[in-house]
């Protein structure tokens, strides 16, 4: 079964820059749909970024011109660098990866951004 592992999460301070990373292990990113989705304490999951398998990308407009979207074929891994953090970019990141019969989800990963 698929299995996805976020890193790079931790404490920035506002302003600061931070990049996830997420490895996928017996599936390909390049074969789905793969996405950065994140939840805040009390708040319901949203979608930060998503890549299509053709490399077609959407942002959430909260952090659209911040976070940039990519994806490593070759090493089949996505990233997600976070520039200008705010505090209210503060939860935990999740990366997927989404077939037509099944989506996988990592454990996610926490991003605090405090001064």
């Known amino acids: 079964q698929v299995q996805l592992v976020e890193s790079g999460g931790g404490l920035v301070q506002p302003g600061g820059s931070l990049r996830l990373s997420c490895a996928a292990f017996?599936?390909?990113?390049?074969?789905?749909?793969t996405g950065w989705y994140r939840q805040a304490p009390g708040k319901e999951r949203e979608l930060v970024a998503r890549m299509h398998p053709d490399g077609w990308m959407t942002y959430a407009d909260s952090v659209k011109g911040r976070f940039t979207m990519s994806r490593d074929n070759a090493k089949n891994t996505v990233s997600l660098e976070m520039n200008s953090l705010k505090p209210e970019d503060t939860a935990v990141y999740y990366c997927?990866?989404?077939?037509?019969?099944?989506?996988?989800w990592g454990k996610g990963t926490l991003v605090t951004v405090s001064s």
């Open positions: 997927n990866l989404e077939y037509v019969i099944m989506t996988y």
């Open positions: 017996g599936g390909m990113f390049s074969t789905g749909t």
